[in-house]
């Protein structure tokens, strides 16, 4: 414990999607600017903070017992203060002290501004505390407006998330309004809000000021942003010409920030890919040629089931309007596998669509009932066995497929922005194209993690390229 110098450590322990990284990065600069410093190590903390991920049953699962396991390490470690937050802690509110008696605070994810208050109050022996989100996510208000203002910190909540110090994220768009029948998101992380461009652009130079290169900006699903209860300002032209918000906001922020020379955005859906949002990512350097865009099945059957909003020949030509629009664009994608009902031609169906999608990447989730949301009502009837087969057989697929691609890459020199030492090899280093493929190399004198690099591409397996450094 290191209370004895006086300034109480915290940790955070992150589950789910960036969106959680990048709220832990905030909250990690609310206490920071609280006058609480980050532990060197989890086990040295006085203070740790859960942020949660609700959107598969396993995921709480984790989380859970982690929670169980770190009150149980007060036995030791007395005065040891746990807190809880994320999507699971909405989903469960207050009943989450029923499983976790121990628990000494629980917030929403737009609650995060009450954090310190709450830290001060559990490490004056208050427990049990509950905080709802507010009913608006307090727009204007910048989540950087908390941050210790001199880069401290930086190493601390990067470094210990796993993440390359040079790639950041911001968030552009809260919640969400779409209903897409299995998914949890919109109960957890409520109603849709775009965020302010000013705003968004003072964060982003923001993480500019302290190292980024790489950003990318967030929503659930982040097309729709500027959609709903919200008017881009007649002050912010666009020399481009664009009518729609997320290609404005793109040229701004590109314009803005120079510093960061990539700009990416996540996660798409095949209606929001436009003519515009094409011309976007082709003619602004900056914008990235790569799309997280997730296509969850391929039989239109299940598609009409998930209420997706598109059948699979609308996502091709999503994917069409995207090859053509922006050369050697990478796509990537995410399937629920074991859907209800989801019968063996509807799986060949997905096989069938994801090889005509010609996919970079795929993340495969075996589906898995959320309470209250609608797919829930109905009997999740293909047997788990069934599941983790058919999450193979895409695996497979998406294996064979991913080193077809990446052969190409054979022979090309490419930039890459230098992560640092691989997490397999540390001898050897990684870094991150443009597509945001994993690029494996020899360091060579005076690299550093942070530093552009033209790397020769001489060898390729299904997610990663290898090479040498170009001089
Ligand atoms: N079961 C399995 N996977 C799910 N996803 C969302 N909800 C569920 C669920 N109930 C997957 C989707 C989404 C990704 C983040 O998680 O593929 O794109
Ligand atoms: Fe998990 Fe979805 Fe919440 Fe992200 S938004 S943490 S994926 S439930």
């Not at 992150?14 to 909250?27: A, F, I, K, W």
């Not at 930086?154 to 209903?179: K, W």
């Not at 053509?324 to 997905?350: L, R």
């Not at 493929?437 to 390229?465: C, H, W, Y």
Request: net charge neutral; charged share 25%.
């Amino acid at each position: 414990m290191t209370l004895a110098s006086g300034r109480p450590t915290f940790s955070i322990h992150t589950y789910g999607c960036q969106m959680n990284v990048r709220d832990s990065g905030v909250l990690a600069r609310r206490l920071v600017a609280a006058g609480y410093s980050e532990a060197a190590s989890e086990d040295a903390a006085d203070i740790v903070v859960v942020n949660s991920c609700s959107v598969r049953e396993k995921a709480e699962d984790k989380a859970i017992g982690k929670l169980l396991m770190l009150c149980a390490a007060r036995r030791d470690r007395p005065g040891l203060v746990v807190g809880l937050t994320g999507c699971m802690a909405n989903r469960l509110g207050d009943g989450v002290f029923k499983k976790v008696p121990g628990l000494s605070f629980s917030f929403g994810p737009r609650a995060g501004a009450v954090l310190p208050q709450l830290v001060e109050r559990a490490l004056a022996g208050e427990a049990q505390m509950w905080v709802p989100d507010p009913e608006r996510a307090g727009e204007g208000a910048s989540e950087n407006g908390v941050s210790a203002g001199d880069g401290r910190g930086r190493e601390g909540d990067a470094a210990r998330s796993g993440r390359p110090l040079a790639q950041s994220f911001v968030t552009i768009l809260y919640g969400c309004n779409q209903r897409c029948s299995y998914c949890i998101v919109p109960f957890v992380r409520g109603r849709e809000e775009s965020r302010d461009p000013g705003v968004i652009v003072e964060e982003v130079r923001e993480e500019a000021r302290r190292g980024a290169r790489d950003v990318c900006l967030l929503g659930q699903s982040v097309m729709r942003y500027g959609k709903m209860g919200f008017k881009w300002p007649d002050s912010i032209p666009s020399p481009m010409g664009f009518t729609e918000p997320l290609p404005r906001l793109l040229e701004l922020v590109a314009r803005e920030v120079p510093e960061v020379r990539r700009l990416r955005f996540t996660s798409g859906h095949p209606l929001g890919v436009t003519d515009e949002l094409v011309r976007a990512m082709r003619e602004i350097p900056a914008v990235c040629a790569h799309l997280h865009l997730p296509m969850q099945s391929g039989s239109d059957r299940i598609l009409r089931q998930m209420r997706r909003g598109y059948d699979s020949s609308r996502y091709l030509e999503a994917v069409r309007m995207l090859r053509e629009g922006v050369p050697d664009i990478a796509i990537t994608t995410d399937v629920i596998v074991g859907y209800p009902g989801e019968t063996a031609d509807d799986f060949e169906a997905t096989r069938r669509i994801m090889e005509e999608a010609a996919f970079d990447n795929a993340f495969v989730f075996k589906y898995s009932p959320r309470p209250g949301t609608d797919s829930a009502l109905v009997e999740d009837d293909v047997p788990d066995g069934e599941k983790c087969r058919r999450d193979q057989v895409l695996l497979a697929d998406q294996d064979a497929r991913g080193q077809r691609l990446n052969d190409r890459w054979i022979g090309r020199n490419v930039e890459v922005l230098v992560d640092g030492p691989s997490l397999r090899n540390a001898s050897r280093w990684s870094g991150r194209t443009e597509q945001n493929k994993i690029v494996v190399f020899d360091p060579v004198d005076g690299m550093n993690a942070g530093d552009f690099a033209f790397v020769s591409i001489e060898g390729a397996r299904p997610q990663t390229l290898f090479g040498t450094v170009a001089r």
